[in-house]
């Protein structure tokens, strides 16, 4: 009995160390996502320094938590670890549709495959805001190109038909964008139509005033 008692106390500490691992896994995670949601709210403004900022700052927290997790792997994989990194991948690839650049690549973020594509597919949706307000400015050829952008990551996603055990709930949020991608698609289509009735109203009245 007295060897149980210290595989009992050896499993005691390590569960310690463990536990406090986790805690910090934990503040560290809240504080990345809170940061990346700035960073979207800064994005939508066109804030773009702002954004710039606050994205290297997230980049930089994302860094200290998975090496702060590199000889946990249970922990990295576990679902508040993945949520926030899903979240730096969904900031970057915000600002990056935004401003028409290049979408990042999951190695250049260093999250998982899952957690990028979720951050994909959220970044999308992210998307429609822009598009309305777009629209609503009255520049609907950008608004146009970000509808473009939603489908084409809509059109890649749909093809990843695995387990949610393995895409982290991609079926799920892939569904959701279906959503917001014909919403937004219904949207626009009669901000055109409206534009193009309001031109041919213009150039009736143009026709009459010249007549008269």
Known sequence: MGQLEEIADR????????NAIRDEALRRS???IRVCATT?????RNDWEEARELLDQATE???TLTESLQNHPDLFHAGYTQ????????AHVTLALAKGDPLPKPEALDVTNSAYLNGLCEGASEMRRRCLDEMRRGDTDEAERLLQAMDEIYNVLVTFDFPNAITGGLRRRTDQLRGVLE????????SL???RLLE?????????????
């Open 40 to 44: 979207i709210r800064a994005s939508h």
């Open 193 to 195: 139509r409206q534009d």
């Open 30 to 32: 809240r504080g990345l």
């Open 61 to 63: 927290l994302a860094n």
């Open 200 to 212: 041919a109203l213009r150039r009736f009245e143009e026709r009459v005033s010249g007549e008269s």
């Open 11 to 18: 499993i005691q500490e390590d569960f310690e160390v463990r």
């Open 183 to 190: 919403r937004t698609r219904g949207d626009l289509t009669n």
């Open 83 to 90: 949520d926030a990194l899903k979240e730096l991948a969904e």
